[in-house]
């Protein structure tokens, strides 16, 4: 059985945020070092001989658990890097527009609002009606920003501040057919949900591995449609650009050789998927997606506020967030780690401020109840007056 004494976390933290930069069991993270023990031991040799046989292994265990091939893939330090190679590929027309909706990630936003505004083009952000009724519903909500202009459809198969899983098969279906290049924000998909890029009809798609695959942090992976792949600029040219030493494909000479690095994080891949298999990891997400919807009701209640979709596994995974209403998010954020002990996320999004419980392997009845007597505490108490209105 699988708990907190596997992990490195501090042990005095009530640790409810693994969804934004996860956690690595101790047996990855010893793996992790002793990759970068043979770095250091023999840096030439590893670096240009050992290490790219070894980041070959690590893209054929990644592709084997995404349903992919292992030339379709290149490693990246995270989402963002792999949605910064997609802005600087995309030549869109002035006037073109970007799909999307109204509850993407901060940092994903910035970067398509960065590009719209060196091209001339428009990051259309749909707003989503919020609950969200039926997957029917969200499909016609979203809908409604395609016009002839649309080029691109760019959607997050979960959410982050408002942690819903989105049906994004639906949309690549309709993208398709509407001839949109299709990108997917599966940033906290890999280890949390299923992937199986052979049936998901992307263009491209980047997932974390260092949240629910438990890497280390600094993993991540874009893969693109081989049709695609000539498309996208390397971010960082390098000697894999007119390959010195040209490899099995062009896409990854093109995006892996990034100059000097460390790259011992995706050498984990392995020895992490066989982790994530020995521990039944879809049967580890499940328990964790029921814990947290057992605990959804009681929370709403304390908090006056409702879920954000049907309390379904279809929408919602091992995150889940509340509306909450508070006069200072960033303050509640610091009462909650300082007073409590409690590591949280508190984010704003839109108009809206959300609390996000994160339920990972790790965590326990006990936490939940820690959250749960905070809160109420925070509610209640004449000092914290104004921190969490009801
Ligand atoms: C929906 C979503 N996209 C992308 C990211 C990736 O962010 P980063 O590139 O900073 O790891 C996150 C991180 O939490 C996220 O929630």
């Given at each position: 059985?699988?708990?907190?004494?596997?992990?490195?976390?501090?042990?005095n933290?009530?640790?409810?945020?693994?969804?934004?930069?996860?956690?690595?069991?101790i047996?990855?993270?010893?793996?992790?070092?002793?990759?970068q023990?043979?770095?250091?031991?023999?840096?030439?040799?590893?670096?240009?001989?050992?290490?790219?046989?070894?980041?070959?292994?690590?893209?054929?265990?990644?592709?084997?658990?995404?349903?992919?091939?292992?030339?379709?893939?290149?490693?990246?330090?995270?989402?963002?890097?792999?949605?910064?190679?997609?802005?600087?590929?995309?030549?869109?027309?002035?006037?073109d527009e970007?799909?999307t909706?109204?509850?993407?990630?901060?940092?994903?936003?910035?970067?398509?609002?960065?590009?719209?505004?060196?091209?001339?083009?428009?990051?259309?952000?749909?707003?989503?009606?919020?609950p969200?009724?039926?997957?029917?519903?969200?499909?016609?909500?979203?809908?409604?920003?395609?016009?002839?202009?649309?080029?691109?459809?760019?959607?997050?198969?979960?959410?982050?501040?408002?942690?819903?899983?989105?049906?994004?098969?639906?949309?690549?279906?309709?993208?398709?057919?509407?001839?949109?290049?299709?990108?997917?924000?599966?940033?906290?998909?890999?280890?949390?949900?299923?992937?199986?890029?052979?049936?998901?009809?992307?263009?491209?798609?980047?997932?974390?591995?260092?949240?629910?695959?438990?890497?280390?942090?600094?993993?991540?992976?874009?893969?693109?449609?081989?049709d695609?792949?000539?498309?996208?600029?390397?971010?960082?040219?390098?000697w894999?650009?007119?390959?010195?030493?040209?490899?099995?494909?062009?896409?990854?000479?093109?995006?892996?050789f990034?100059?000097t690095?460390?790259?011992?994080?995706?050498?984990?891949?392995?020895?992490?998927?066989?982790?994530?298999?020995?521990?039944?990891?879809?049967?580890?997400?499940?328990?964790?997606?029921?814990?947290?919807?057992?605990?959804?009701?009681r929370?709403?209640?304390?908090?006056?506020?409702?879920?954000?979709a049907?309390?379904?596994?279809?929408?919602?995974?091992?995150?889940?967030?509340?509306?909450?209403?508070?006069?200072?998010?960033?303050?509640?954020?610091?009462?909650?780690?300082?007073?409590?002990k409690?590591?949280?996320?508190?984010?704003?999004?839109?108009?809206?401020?959300y609390l996000?419980?994160?339920?990972?392997?790790?965590?326990?009845?006990?936490e939940?109840?820690?959250?749960?007597?905070?809160?109420?505490?925070?509610?209640?108490?004449?000092?914290?007056?104004?921190?969490?209105?009801?």
């Open positions: 059985m699988i708990s907190r004494s596997n992990f490195l976390l501090n042990q933290l009530t640790f409810l945020n693994h969804g934004s930069f996860g956690a690595c069991p047996e990855i993270f010893e793996d992790y070092q002793n990759w023990r043979q770095l250091e031991y023999d840096p030439v040799q590893f670096i240009t001989q050992k290490g790219p046989k070894l980041m070959k292994e690590s893209r054929e265990a990644l592709a084997r658990f995404i349903n992919a091939e292992a030339n379709d893939l290149v490693f990246v330090p995270n989402p963002t890097f792999a949605i910064n190679i997609l802005r600087d590929s995309l030549h869109l027309q002035p006037g970007i799909l909706t109204d509850l993407e990630y901060g940092a994903m936003d910035r970067t398509w609002k960065h590009y719209c505004l060196e091209n001339q083009t428009t990051y259309v952000r749909q707003k989503i009606n919020l969200i009724q039926s997957k029917e519903a969200f499909l016609e909500d979203f809908w409604k920003g395609y016009s002839n202009k649309t080029k691109v459809v760019f959607i997050s198969e979960i959410t982050s501040s408002t942690a819903l899983k989105l049906p994004v098969k639906e949309i690549c279906q309709e993208a398709r057919k509407k001839g949109l290049l299709i990108i997917v924000d599966g940033a906290h998909s890999p280890g949390h949900i299923a992937i199986n890029m052979a049936e998901l009809d992307a263009d491209f798609y980047t997932g974390a591995c260092h949240k629910w695959m438990l890497t280390p942090k600094g993993s991540s992976f874009l893969w693109a449609k081989k695609k792949q000539h498309l996208l600029e390397p971010l960082v040219v390098s894999g650009y007119e390959a010195a030493f040209p490899g099995e494909s062009t896409f990854i000479d093109h995006h892996e990034n100059g690095r460390d790259f011992s994080a995706y050498l984990t891949l392995p020895k992490a998927i066989a982790f994530l298999e020995k521990n039944d990891w879809k049967q580890q997400a499940k328990r964790c997606t029921e814990t947290l919807l057992q605990q959804a009701d929370f709403c209640e304390l908090l006056h506020t409702q879920l954000l049907p309390k379904s596994e279809a929408f919602f995974g091992q995150i889940l967030s509340f509306p909450i209403k508070t006069a200072n998010p960033f303050q509640l954020k610091e009462v909650l780690y300082s007073d409590f409690i590591e949280i996320p508190i984010m704003p999004h839109g108009d809206q401020i996000r419980i994160s339920c990972a392997w790790y965590t326990t009845e006990k939940f109840e820690h959250l749960y007597q905070s809160l109420k505490q925070i509610i209640e108490e004449e000092k914290y007056s104004g921190l969490l209105v009801v």
